[in-house]
């Protein structure tokens, strides 16, 4: 039910901070859509040696996909390190994207703004091959929108060589922080400056490998590097 | 020994794409200067409930620190929720930049250019008041640099509603990509654009609360959105 509002559990919810949670579930979609990396948790080993690693990967969401809450896919090499633990339990992801810095008045109180998902699930292993291949193609187009309808098909080699793991986007939070800084009253009235500087990603032009300089940059890519502000 | 070489051990060391490790300590603490966010992976509950949680936390490096390898600060309400299981057992830092867009020639080799830091310990809780007041103005100055000595010290009150933690940097790895896609020949062959799209964080100008409109920027907040491109 991706229109159902997000309901975190225990295992979700922020401690702190509770008034910047969002439960509109079409604002993390809209987060998802937006970020480029996600950052996977996961607990390698067990007993006393156990320990979480956290590694950046790319990802897409399919508000529409087949896991409660729609599918969360991530990909990775059948050699990866990470496969097995990943595979024998629960796994966090989380996708941040920094919007401001907010310098306040006083030290205790600098902050940044800031949207955050948090989704806690077991992966499952994506076998069903139609759904391999379409959450590679979405992976590719949340890195460049429209690119995979523009490239060859995957070969069989590459989609043995690779692993596609989809999380239910069920379990998951959002948090968010806007504006400027919420200041002690004594601080705002001894005068001292306070407000926030807004930070975006920003894109360069394409630069083309060695062996394409004599390629045009085929119309997803330039759109891209457009929409993220390069000039 | 701030100097000595990375040396990861096996549980951060990458399994896949190993020649992008970097055993090169100033680079590892130049992106630990550059970055804004970490992503802290720890592990929730144990046997069977245990899962791993990941939160983006603001933090500070000091080379310098009195940990192996140098400190890793990070800072917290004392009720945050996350501070009993952060001080039961080790944690993971994950600290990445993202420096561009892939767009290879086939699906399977898009790729994202980044510098990712992955650091593995037992934090320390800082409890020299000394050393917890130094640590919370690096977090402060991570931000904007230079601030914390222009602003009032910090209370007992403030001190005393915050947990400081210090994670050795000893067992620390530093991956990085960079450059065009590593395509296969058939596809360079067949004449498809290859390169990529670089990507670095904006600033945009320094935003005043409505309480600060008649206080001018603070040069250091001036200077921070300057050197993050502010025009």
Not at 47 to 57: F, S
Not at 105 to 111: D, T, Y
Request: hydrophobic residues 45%; charged residues 20%.
């Amino acid at each position: 039910m991706p229109s159902a509002p997000l309901s975190p559990t225990d295992r979700t919810t922020a401690t702190r901070g509770r008034h910047r949670m969002v439960d509109d579930r079409a604002a993390l979609h809209a987060l998802l859509d937006e970020a480029l990396v996600a950052h996977l948790g996961l607990v390698v080993g067990s007993g006393a040696e156990a320990h979480p690693l956290v590694l950046p990967t790319a990802y897409a969401a399919d508000p529409g996909g087949p896991d409660d809450g729609g599918s969360l896919y991530l990909h990775g090499s059948v050699a990866a390190g990470w496969l097995a633990p990943v595979l024998a339990g629960e796994v966090c992801v989380t996708i941040t994207v920094l919007d401001g810095l907010v310098a306040a008045r006083s030290g205790f109180h600098h902050s940044m703004n800031y949207r955050s998902a948090v989704v806690v699930g077991r992966p499952r292993l994506v076998d069903d091959e139609t759904e391999r291949a379409r959450a590679l193609d979405l992976v590719v187009d949340q890195v460049v929108p429209g690119r995979s309808a523009t490239l060859r098909p995957h070969t069989r080699k590459e989609l043995a060589a690779t692993v596609v793991l989809a999380l239910p986007l069920a379990e998951a939070s959002l948090k968010v922080r806007g504006g400027g800084p919420v200041d002690d009253e004594a601080d705002v009235e001894a005068g001292v400056w306070g407000g926030h500087v807004p930070l975006r990603l920003v894109a360069g032009e394409p630069v083309a490998d060695a062996d394409a300089r004599d390629v045009a940059v085929p119309s997803d890519v330039a759109a891209r590097a457009t929409a993220l502000g390069a000039r």
